[in-house]
């Protein structure tokens, strides 16, 4: 019910009736007061006049939880269920188990810290409290498992955009997978997923945005930033929760009709830091430097090498860097 009553607030600006918050919820005079208590220990100003009814004032600068998350999103399959945790030890674990236990595709988790957040190839995930998103989808689409990395991409595309939106930054993307600003890290994703040969029975996106904070540890320093760092002021962290999951369900939709990148590619072409930049990629196998010319249908990375080849790089193994830093 808070999820509904803050939802029906912040839609109106003006005063909401105790009578009509009654009749849209079905509940009773008392049970929207005693939510309306819990919504002020929240840190909202809540405005309450006799014959007129209950206005925000002001919301708490940057609260994150269930209903904060929940109440910002409207949208058909993502974000059907939101779960929220002050602590969890990586959001991909959790959400793992869940989409294990039968939740739906769309489900999202998101937690405050990680204790132990991943990123690729066994590596960390630093995750403090209070300051920034660490969330996981869990989707169940109906695709071939090898189609299902490309979905890395696809939320790439869409953090970026989000923060684009919402904070007029110039984020863009390291391909694959991390979403830079002013050349350093802002987000990265993690997607794994459980698949059969030909069935992808679930994947989870894991999605670690530093959003209010100032500091990182020296051996990140260099190389990492936040939205605090880059605009100069906090900002809600549900709601960008909220703007990236939107982006998310408009570039999933279109990413379903093909099972590829063909009608996205452009889009993320544009936003993409290494097109027209040398780059280093290095595998498992070996290494190759050549210039980036953006992504094919499939999402790798179309590299032209010195020897005028263009290489289709592919995500699996490989680490890219610009030539003289991180991107
Ligand atoms: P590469 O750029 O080498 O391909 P990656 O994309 O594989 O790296 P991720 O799995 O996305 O890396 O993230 C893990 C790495 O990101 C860590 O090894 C560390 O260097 C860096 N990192 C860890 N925590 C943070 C953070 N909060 N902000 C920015 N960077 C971080």
Redesign the pocket.
Known sequence: MKTEILKILRENSGYVSGQELCRRLGVSRTAIWKTMQQIKADGYEVEAVPNKGYRFVREPEDLLNESEIKSRIALEEIGCQVYFKEEVDSTNTWAKKLAEEGAPSGTLVCADAQTR?????G??????RGS?LYMSLILKPDILPLHASTLTLVMGLSVAEAIREKTGLDAGI?W???VVVSG???????TEMSAQMDYVEYVIIGV?I?VN?KE?PK??SD????VELELGHKISRADLAAKVMEHFEKNYQIFLKTGDMSVLRSDYDKVLVNRNRQVKV?SPGGHCEGMALGINDKGELLVECSDHEIREVYAGE????GLYG?V
Do not use: H, Q
């Not at 590596?123 to 403090?128: A, G």
């Open positions: 957040g991943k990123g690729r190839r590596r960390s995930w630093e995750s403090p920034s390291k694959p997978n991390d350093k890290k802002l987000c990265g994703i993690l670690g530093n904070r990182f051996e990140l190389m990492a930033t936040s290095t490989v680490s890219v860097r991180y």
